[in-house]
C-alpha cells in the first residue's frame, strides 16, 4: 500500500504552529504532501493563526521544494445543503449550483493563485462535496485531477483523475498489494497528542509512505457503475455514522 498525505485549509492566517510541526515530520521523513490552498479565504473558521504576509512566497518555495498544490475552492463558504456526488457531507461551496456560477467561483480562484505565482491542475473541494457541473467546470478550466473519491487505485470519471482518500485512515493503511491511498490532515487546532500520534504513524516501519507526485504517476483505471454505486453509498454510510456519534457524544455529556 502507497500512502500519500494532504493537508487541507491552508490559508495566510492558519494555525502555523501544527503546520509547522506537520512540516517536520514530513521533512524528516522525506515525503512531499499534497496542501489544499483557499484562494481568498472568507471562512471564519479557518483563522486560526496570526497572519503571514509572507504567505505566497512561502507556497511557491514549498512548491518549488515538490510539494503538490491543489486549490481548495475559492473562498471555503459553503452556500448549499447538498453532498453532490461524495456525499460525506450535506454541504457545500459548489455542489447545487448552476454551472455559470460554479464556473465564474473556480475561475476567480485559479486567476488568484496564478496572480501570486501558483499553477496548478489538482482541485480539492470544500466539504469533499462536488456535482457534475463542478466537475465540467474544472475540466473547461484546465483542471486534471481531484482529490477524493473511495477506492484504492486512481480512476477517471467525467474527464477528471480522481485521487481517492481513505475510508478509515487505520484499517486502510494496512491494505496489501499495489494499492494506493490518501490520508487526511486537518491542522488547525491540532492537539500535541494528535500530533505525536501522526509521529509515531511515520515511524512505523511497515507503512510505505510516498510524494503526492508519486501517486500523480500512477495509471487511472475507468471505474463502472458498480464502483460509482459504492463509492455513493459507502461516502453516504460514513456521513450517517458520523452524525451518529456526534448525537451520541451529545446524549453522553447531557446524562453526566
Known amino acids: 500500500m502507497d500512502i500519500a498525505i494532504r493537508m487541507d485549509d491552508i490559508t495566510p492566517d492558519m494555525d502555523w504552529e501544527s503546520f509547522l510541526s506537520m512540516k517536520e515530520i514530513l521533512d524528516t521523513a522525506g515525503i512531499k504532501p499534497l496542501i489544499g490552498i483557499v484562494p481568498d479565504n472568507k471562512d471564519k473558521m479557518l483563522k486560526c493563526g496570526e497572519m503571514h504576509t509572507d504567505f505566497w512566497q512561502q507556497i511557491r518555495q514549498l512548491q518549488q521544494q515538490g510539494w503538490s498544490i491543489a486549490m481548495h475552492g475559492y473562498q471555503h463558504l459553503y452556500e448549499t445543503r447538498q453532498g453532490g ?46 456535482d457534475k457541473n463542478t466537475l465540467r467546470a474544472l475540466v473547461e478550466l484546465g483542471f486534471t485531477y481531484v482529490t477524493d473519491g473511495f477506492g484504492y487505485q486512481p480512476y477517471h470519471y467525467k474527464g477528471i ?57 500512477k495509471p487511472p483505471v475507468h471505474p463502472g457503475c458498480c464502483m460509482r454505486l459504492l463509492e455513493y453509498g459507502g461516502a453516504t454510510a460514513k456521513h450517517y455514522l458520523v452524525v451518529a456519534r456526534s448525537w451520541i457524544k451529545k446524549l453522553t455529556r447531557n446524562n453526566k
Do not use: C, W
Not at 449550483?97 to 480562484?109: A, T, W
Not at 494499492?179 to 505525536?196: A, R
Open 85 to 130: 456526488l461524495f456525499p460525506l457531507n450535506h454541504f457545500s461551496e459548489f455542489a447545487g449550483l448552476s454551472y455559470e456560477i460554479q464556473y465564474e467561483k473556480l475561475k476567480k480562484g485559479k486567476e488568484i493563485l496564478e496572480k501570486n505565482g501558483i499553477g496548478t491542475n489538482l482541485f480539492m473541494a470544500p466539504g469533499h462535496s462536488y
Open 161 to 217: 483523475t480522481f485521487l481517492p482518500i481513505a475510508y478509515h485512515s487505520r484499517k486502510s493503511i494496512r491494505k496489501k498489494g499495489e494499492k494506493i491511498t490518501t490520508l487526511v490532515y486537518h491542522m488547525n487546532g491540532s492537539t500535541p497528542e494528535q500530533i505525536q500520534e501522526i509521529r509515531r504513524l511515520f515511524a512505523e516501519e511497515d507503512l510505505k509512505f510516498i510524494s503526492y507526485s508519486n501517486l500523480l504517476q
